[in-house]
């Protein structure tokens, strides 16, 4: 049995000369009836160098991936997808071979001598191998390299950097398959929604035309946006400060600076000021008891008093020139 090692190495030496024997043609012939089965064509380091190999009259777009888990590739696992819908499209688009066009896939674990003599370090990387000979080989005949730099791409985009590399060739369309679930979901979506439209209008239509409820909005969106609501938003102030001596600052000096406690301290004054002077406008007349109606006007009168002492201390701190003031906040 000694001559069993020289028997499979001469096979497998004349097996390799055969092979590096097959003409461009052949090799096209052979990896487009491949596609037609099965696209993209998956690619081991033997059928990688022999897909890319020289001379050739055929265009090669070969993606190097790593899809096992153990590479914790995300990008390959989101791009694979659109690279299989690209590769399926263009071989159902052109059946006849007519844009010499092959699609493959070379994974990392099928693949590790081509990667290391490639010198890649990160995955995937989309590799375009133009023609070296024929009607459509281009002057510079070096392979072509997409990098991922911006995160996966769409079917379509990858689509238009490969035609741009392919005048003169077809070019077919994607065509993505028709989505039934998302049809499903949306139409689900939409008629629950017109039922329960239907359902809750007449609960819901004495609240759109309440005054209250539109005074209550009005009464909110007046008080945060007198309040600088959106100056907070423009220039991004801070929600508080330091005071320089360990302790917080809420108001800041100043008519061109203030922080975001700043406002809602101050929203919320005004809006209880608010609340006051409409007490003692329609409330407080309201009151049949006279005992009542007098307690209620010396509530709501101490706290507009009060609310407003605060208010005027507050714009002191923001001016400090400001000459009057009211106890207790002096």
């Known amino acids: 049995m000694r001559w069993l090692p020289a028997f499979l190495s001469a096979t497998l030496f004349a097996a390799g000369s055969l092979a590096a024997k097959k003409t461009s043609e052949e090799r096209f012939k052979e990896f487009h009836a491949k596609s037609l089965s099965s696209t993209p064509v998956k690619l081991a380091d033997a059928s990688y160098k022999s897909l890319t190999s020289s001379p050739r009259d055929y265009t090669v777009a070969v993606l190097l991936t790593a899809l096992d888990n153990r590479f914790g590739c995300q990008l390959c696992r989101e791009f694979q997808p659109e690279w299989d819908l690209l590769s399926k499209s263009w071989i159902k688009g052109d059946k006849a071979g007519e844009s010499r066009m092959v699609f493959g896939t070379l994974d990392f674990s099928d693949g590790r001598d081509t990667f290391m003599s ?25 392979p072509i390299r997409y990098d991922f730099t911006n995160g996966p791409l769409p079917a379509e985009a990858v689509r238009e950097w490969l035609a741009r590399h392919m005048p003169g060739r077809p ?9 039934w679930m998302k049809w499903i979901s949306t139409f689900v979506l939409t008629s629950g929604s017109i039922t329960g439209a239907y359902v809750a209008w007449p609960y819901v239509l004495p609240i759109l035309q309440s005054r209250n409820v539109w005074a209550a909005i009005t009464l909110i969106s007046i008080l945060l946006f007198t309040s600088a609501h959106m100056f907070n938003h423009i220039r991004k102030v801070p929600y508080v400060a330091g005071d320089g001596k360990g302790g917080i600052s809420y108001f800041a000096g100043g008519f061109q600076n203030q922080y975001g406690m700043e406002t809602q301290v101050i929203a919320a004054m005004y809006g209880v000021l608010s609340f006051a002077v409409i007490s003692l406008a329609l409330k407080a007349p309201r009151l049949a008891d006279p005992k009542a109606q007098g307690i209620i006007v010396l509530v709501w009168s101490g706290i507009l008093y009060i609310m407003y002492s605060f208010l005027l201390s507050i714009f002191r701190v923001k001016n400090g020139g400001y000459p009057f003031s009211l106890p207790p906040f002096v």
């Not at 490639?118 to 070096?142: I, K, M």
């Not at 070019?171 to 989505?179: E, M, S, T």
């Open 171 to 179: 070019h077919p369309p994607i065509k993505r398959p028709i989505n």
């Open 118 to 142: 490639l010198g890649l370090q990160t995955a995937p990387v989309l590799y375009f191998f133009p023609p070296t000979v024929g009607p459509h080989a281009p002057s510079n005949t070096d």
